[in-house]
């Protein structure tokens, strides 16, 4: 038998292939109720699996209509083409995806700009800021 966090990643990953989205939106106790297990085994597999060294990108809203967004860093087109995106495709699509405010996309923008830097360090730069960004105190 397959381990359940394994279980809540692949149902959390084919619903986002499925539906061929960047984005999946999910309410944590309605997801453990259909995989008949505890909401922290939600979290736990949120937490370690959707990190964004793997690619992606959790937002939380806990209480009364809360709910769990997880966001491919990598827009899905480029993933598919197995292009590398510009810093600029990537702040955009976390921008659309609602994974950085619209101030935060400025600043980042800017950054890339007055960086002298090629774009794989860039790349790198911006990697670390939105770790940075995303981290939790």
Not at 25 to 49: F, G, H, M, W
Not at 102 to 116: C, G, P, T, V
């Amino acid at each position: 038998m397959r381990n359940l966090a394994d279980a809540i990643e692949n149902f959390i990953i084919r619903q986002l292939l499925e539906d061929r989205e960047d984005a999946v939106l999910v309410q944590r106790n309605e997801l453990a109720d259909k995989l008949s297990c505890a909401p922290s085994q939600i979290s736990y597999v949120l937490s370690t699996r959707f990190t964004p060294e793997r690619g992606f990108m959790v937002e939380s809203r806990r209480g009364s209509g809360g709910f769990v967004r997880i966001v491919r860093v990598m827009p899905h087109e480029l993933q598919e083409e197995n292009c590398e995106p510009t810093v600029h495709d990537l702040i955009e699509h976390w921008a659309a995806n609602r994974l950085i405010s619209r101030r935060e996309k400025s600043l980042l923008q800017y950054m890339m700009e007055i960086l002298d830097a090629d774009e794989a360090k860039k790349r790198a730069v911006l990697k670390t800021a939105i770790t940075k960004m995303t981290e939790r105190e």
